[in-house]
């Protein structure tokens, strides 16, 4: 429903030693020839945001975002929980099914990251993933054109189940060439895992890939 965030900044970075940050090193014309560094040390960070972010572009949160945010915030760990143990299930029905190539999620055990997952992610890596189709982008495309649950978006980590074809929405301005080197085939497919039932989702993939 909304987008926000915050910075934390200790004020220990030393910026002019880094030699990469003119602008918070050099003087400002845009605010009376201040150099963050020299005049106001630790807070160079926070202060060259407040002049020179917030005053440009307002970014400040509304209170309505404030609100959503926060009403948010209060079921955030349980709708997780439930991200997770969806995704679960439908990776490992993913896995196993005669027409999916391959899964790519490191909550899996065939994953290449799969020990670096059990090590950082004690809870689940999350509900977004990709799986490549036997076939190509036709086989693929036939398949989310077929899922009735899924919605076909580009955003992720919403409360409803999404599907996209990466080669051609996500990363469609890359050439051939490039898409292979990041891993992106005519065969693959992202899904961002919802709230609703697992099951449903199952059989609705099911349904799906039985199409192709």
Known sequence: TTNGGLIVDSGKFDWEASGKFPQL??????????????????AAFVTALRTQLLR???AALAPFNAFLL????????LRVERHVENTKKIVDFLENHPKVEKVNYPGLPSS???DLAQKYFSKGPGSIFTFHVKGGQDEARTVIDNLEIFSDL?????AKSLVVHPATTTHQQLAEAD?????????????????EN???????LKLALDKI
């Open 25 to 42: 090193v050099d003087e400002d014309p845009s605010y009376h020839n201040i150099s963050y560094t020299r005049d106001v040390g630790p």
């Open 56 to 58: 440009d572009t307002g």
């Open 70 to 77: 926060l009403q948010g915030l209060e079921t955030l760990s």
């Open 112 to 114: 290449p990251y799969y």
């Open 154 to 158: 580009a955003n992720v980590a919403d």
């Open 179 to 195: 898409l292979l080197a990041c891993g992106v085939t005519p065969n693959q497919i992202r899904i961002s895992v919802g709230l």
């Open 198 to 204: 697992a099951d449903d989702l199952i059989e609705d």
